[in-house]
């Protein structure tokens, strides 16, 4: 593995000759309750990625680590870029990279909020490399990867908190955090009732809805060895799946 | 069932005395194969929009005809909006009609490309109509609901039509425009082979990858007495699903 | 005639090796006074183009049914896109379809309000051709021509409604309407006074100063026969204008 | 009259004690042909608009001296602003002097190519100024004069310069600029042939239909003593114009 | 030395063989405090870069009058563009200039509040110019020159006021427009008391901290006399300057 | 200290109780010479904010790792966003942390090609707070510290490589990622000769110009010691910046 970050430019040149391939690491700084980190989703999908980097070989780029998160803005503490906004983030993150000769993005995404705009700036971009006549622009392919929506992390989440999982703040992603930064694991009593719905609207209707930040979720029964368990099966997952990636037609 | 291009403003007014809800039909024109209609997502979502309105006496939005058909845009006829553009016109749509009133949004959609999008700009537009203070802002909510993801009609293209099914230019939605525009019914001899592949790059990939345009699918099954078949589970599916809608809490 | 929508993409390639014209029908939606229907505009240009088609063997484009009506905005109904979005959506067809080899595009108005932001759209995207250097940029041409202008049109209006045409939700629109839709027209008693200012401001300013919604017009006149008139003087007029565009240097 | 950028802010803060109305003239910086000069339509604005300030104690804003020329960019020395970023330009402008308190803004417009753009930045800020809840936003009212389209001004155009008048770089233009710049008149022979066609599409077109800028005009008919006739005549017209439109309901 | 704005397009072409520099005046329209001219810092940079242009023979573009003064906005009179806008007007510029053959952009700069956009605005345009594959694009380069920020011209006004200069409505540029304007010299009583802070933030905020629109100058110290003299060493220290940027490498 | 993605919203809410500053580190990430990390501006930026948080208990909030370095992409590895897109991002980034109640941004900037936006960034804010009218927008105050021009860096900077400091992949900035990162520590031999130059223009430009991506510095004098002395200097001057930053009018 190498971090684009820890690398100089000749060295990124050497690697371009061999692998034409890099992960991007996306997730969210926003609000996970009451004991959830406002990083989490960043945490997860950055230490995810770099196991994946580690397993494959692959470059892994800075995480972004601020997506869409307009739903949780009413909660202190929250940064979000507006669809908009985030679809020209990553077009010129694209546009820069496939200058480059990067052709393979695999982005390891953390915060299901971004998928949609992350796959409309897919589409948008492959359009604007074409128009930008990039050398090699037909060949840029694009794709997202949510970890916790690994079939072998949902199948752990179920075995470990069946329905206490919920959709937001959840013991899984938290024990992730909890494992890459054990010191910062956080306590707080949690109200047993917890709204069970999985509606988003905007911002002020979630607030209300979800009053102290989670969607169905028991975030306490999250533990740093879970966190570990978790790690280990989504590196392995999307280790399989980049590889896929790189040699799919 | 009424039309919203087929009333007045104070059929409107009065409308909204009863109701909060407007159907909104969006649909692409877009290469279909070499039988399928260049406009068939957009008759599909409009013919089903109307038939949910006729069940459920919702007013229906005029039909949002072009849509996110970037990777389509190599094949002569396509139209397609950039995501970015398609997100400000899903925004001045909703702006105008949060102004009049609506607060509650069901897009009845026939195009799998147009969904990251459409959920993008909810994002954007519930931000939005707060920060315009549109009065009701924090009461509006968008659903979107994808007529060929139904329960009942993705059963029944598995049952009709299996495999041949595939993911673009399907029988099943070439069925529904046959029932539709029985006189426009196109015959054409269709490669016994077709690509099954899922992926989905950019414009000029997709036309080496899916040469005809079809991905996967046999369009030659498709009748028009299917097609009502699909349209009539459609109606039935997302009527029920526009009233729980307009009755959730 | 044919329509884009219900064609195939073969068909489109073989309608591009004989014309490279295409009829593109836009109008809008938004109140036309108290008995004209909120898709007047559109249902007119749509009409109108069908039929410039049929005489013309043009193909025709898909109604932009929606336009520049934010001044008709605090009546209940109206959708409108901001200029800076219409000129951006009409970018995005012109691309797309000078892509696929269209070069001559007839642009078919129900509007008034659509005209300035329609041309300044033509202006923009030759550029933006240009710059995208697609193939014969060079070579396209934009012509906006609005049917309720034309001048064998309103001089059956001047005939028929003398100054009780007024400009707008005018009885000349609303008896095309008529004619397409018999079953949708509708009873209401006018106010014999009405503002024949022609002054158009702010949404706020418009609703204050046009009560109903009416422009100096009295739409009670309109007939269907009336309707069947305006139709035919339209396409007759825009159909020698259309076949003058093609032939033009 | 007064100009603003000879003002100082309290001596606007007691203007607006007295009037809310504001002269702004906006112009070009484009090709006239062989011997006009490439600041025409700016020069022509500005200075009839300051006659108008000097016959009605109105203010003068400074001259928008780049405008919406995009189809001249072929012929060196031209500068344009696209229609979008014009749009935006005249937004900001808008904004900026409402918030002081202006609330009637009276456009004296030198360039037939600014008008599409132009009202649709009138119709965007109207919607902009009411959303931003700037205090009087729907008093706001904006006007496009054109001083080469008063009929004073095309009556004498018609006398002097018969059909040599033509529509781009005129005799009647460049005989204000005469006028205005007597050190600046420029000699050169010029073609009699010259295209007396109107049709404007991209800038590659424009160059070669009109070869050496003129759109079927003979500018060296133009005198000093006609501009100052012109002149004169577009100051009375506009004068009295803009009486009526600050008086107007 | 030429204006563009009183230049043919055939003179600009013959200029261009001999020299692809061109003078930018860029100022901004905003108050200048109870004696200051709004126009302060647009007469400023015009006068100058005619100055410069009549040294060096370089072509002079039209000022550019408006620019970024959002913080002063809350004083009547003040025109701004927002940042976003003003970068847009300036890639708008280059590129038509850029495409007409022009390669050295010397921007004379009148105002402070300019200096981020402008600056981010070369760097926006450089890309643009490449993506455009605009022939030279790669040559393409511009230059910032702040005449206020002139060694001569600084060292000047500190012999002349001291700490009296202040950095908003100074005496240096209140006195370059009263050697300009003779006839538009204010007179008003300044309080002796000024806030000598620097702190730039919000327009309310500005207002504020500086009440009467000064930011620790004492204008009333000007005369036309010192005037002459900033002028002089501006456009000396200038015309050197512009004819080194022509020359580097 | 505390970093924001650390946190849990509860913990902000009871830190904005008491202090509304936060302090954002922002980067780049680009070519940093044959011996330089790619990262290396985000790295300084970064650890000298927790430094500086550390000192002073401020919140520190995830660091903008990827900035504007559009002159840089024409060498490998590089990630720009243009200006426009930065500006949006800032916008949005304040936006949020505004409505939680934030009010004073204290920006460590580790990237010299990243202040002219920047700045333009913090006018467009505070307009748009205003235009929001989002509680408290008047009290919100961005500051720009750019660590590599404290007094005391540039002083150890010239006593520790007098001009052998350059201005890009300085041995500075170098030594304080070894002093970060002694893990990644690289080596290689540098060419003696290096460009001096100090102007940046396009990317193709930047690179002809400066062909292994130094601008005259020597990084192989950077030590991880000289790095510590570097961050330690930093963390003081913009501590006592910060408190000052926080308790001025």
Request: with cysteine; aromatic share 8%; glycine share 8%.
């Amino acid at each position: 593995m190498a971090l684009l970050h820890l690398s100089t430019w000749p060295e990124v040149a050497d690697y371009l000759t061999e692998s034409r391939g890099l992960i991007v690491p996306i997730g969210s700084t926003e609000q996970h309750g009451p004991i959830g980190l406002i990083g989490t989703d960043a945490i997860c999908a950055e230490v995810i990625a770099k196991g994946v980097g580690d397993a494959t070989g692959a470059l892994v780029a800075p995480t972004i680590n601020v997506g869409m998160a307009l739903h949780h803005t009413a909660f202190p503490g929250t940064i979000s870029l507006r669809p908009s906004t985030l679809l020209l983030v990553l077009r010129d993150y694209l546009v820069s990279l496939a200058r480059s000769g990067f052709q393979r993005f695999f982005f390891i995404n953390g915060h299901g909020g971004n998928i949609a705009t992350v796959k409309a700036a897919f589409a948008e971009t492959y359009a604007a490399l074409t128009e930008l006549q990039i050398p090699g622009a037909d060949q840029v392919r694009c794709e997202l990867a949510n970890w916790f929506m690994c079939p072998s992390v949902t199948q752990l989440a179920r075995e470990l908190y069946g329905d206490r999982e919920g959709s937001h703040a959840t013991p899984s992603e938290v024990a992730v955090t909890q494992f890459v930064y054990p010191e910062a694991i956080k306590q707080g009593v949690l109200s047993a009732e917890v709204n069970r719905d999985h509606a988003i609207y905007g911002a002020v209707d979630f607030r209300c809805r979800y009053p102290d930040g989670r969607m169905g979720s028991d975030p306490s029964l999250a533990t740093p060895e879970h966190g570990q368990q978790f790690y280990q099966r989504a590196v392995n997952d999307l280790s399989q799946r980049y590889r896929q990636f790189l040699s799919a037609e």
